[in-house]
């Protein structure tokens, strides 16, 4: 079975340090990868998605940036973090091939707070 | 584009009655999928149900079924014999080409 995973579960960072969090999706091959933020009390909003190694779509113009340098290894960093960035993120997967349909399913979450 | 708008913020019931939730969205694709995804307090993303856009069948999964009028663009979910456990933020979404559009969520509590 697929299993997604994601780290770290919690991160407190000061304003200006940098940021890396990482997923890792077991079980399947050339998945697309999704990188989405959820502000509090709010709805989730896509940031980045890939469809293949390299292959990075930017939903959001941000500090923010994602990576994918093995196949289902997603990254997402900044250079300098903001206030702003604080929020829960999760990276999620769904299967390609299939254009339309796929169901994406998530990981556990990253809760940052920049303080 | 894709939107989704979900009218209720907030919902309440006691336990064992049955609750709907609203959603509306729009959508320029001509094939696409609409989903019911659970937040339950632990944050993790649950897949509550899923509905192909080219089918007129409403799709039911257990005590979760849904209400899909395509042409009003609605995708209303009701819970039947709701329990504690389905207490969560329950968020609306569709999917285009690749991408999954989430509504702003509705958080329902279940009243023992």
């Known amino acids: 079975s697929q299993t997604i995973h994601q780290w770290p579960a919690t991160l407190v960072q000061p304003v200006g340090s940098p940021l890396s969090l990482e997923c890792t999706v077991e079980?399947?091959?050339?998945?697309?990868l999704y990188w989405y933020r959820q502000a509090a009390g709010r709805g989730l909003q896509l940031l980045f998605y890939?469809?293949?190694?390299?292959?990075i779509s930017s939903e959001v113009p941000q500090n923010l940036s994602a990576s994918r340098p093995q196949d289902r290894q997603f990254i997402l960093s900044s250079k300098k973090l903001l206030l702003s960035d604080s929020g829960f993120y999760l990276c999620?997967?769904?299967?390609?091939?299939?254009?339309?349909?796929?169901?994406?399913?998530f990981g556990e979450g990253s809760w940052l707070t920049v303080v | 584009a894709q939107t989704v708008t979900q009218s209720q913020p907030e919902m309440s019931v006691q336990e064992a009655e049955t609750v709907t939730l609203s959603c509306t969205y729009d959508?320029?694709?001509?094939?696409?999928?609409l989903f019911w995804y659970k937040q339950p307090p632990s944050r993790q993303m649950i897949l509550v149900i899923r509905?192909?856009?080219?089918?007129?069948q409403n799709a039911t999964e257990n005590r979760f079924s849904v209400n899909f009028q395509k042409a009003a663009k609605s995708f209303s979910l009701k819970i039947s014999d709701s329990q504690l456990g389905d207490t969560a933020m329950y968020f609306c979404?569709?999917?285009?080409?690749?991408?999954?559009?989430f509504g702003q969520g509705t958080r329902l509590t279940i009243n023992p």
């Open positions: 999620a997967w769904s299967v390609r091939g299939t254009r339309y349909g796929n169901t994406i399913y």
């Open positions: 079980g399947t091959s050339n998945p697309n």
């Open positions: 890939s469809v293949g190694i390299g292959q």
């Open positions: 959508t320029s694709e001509s094939n696409y999928y």
């Open positions: 509905q192909e856009a080219y089918k007129q």
């Open positions: 979404a569709v999917q285009g080409a690749q991408k999954l559009v």
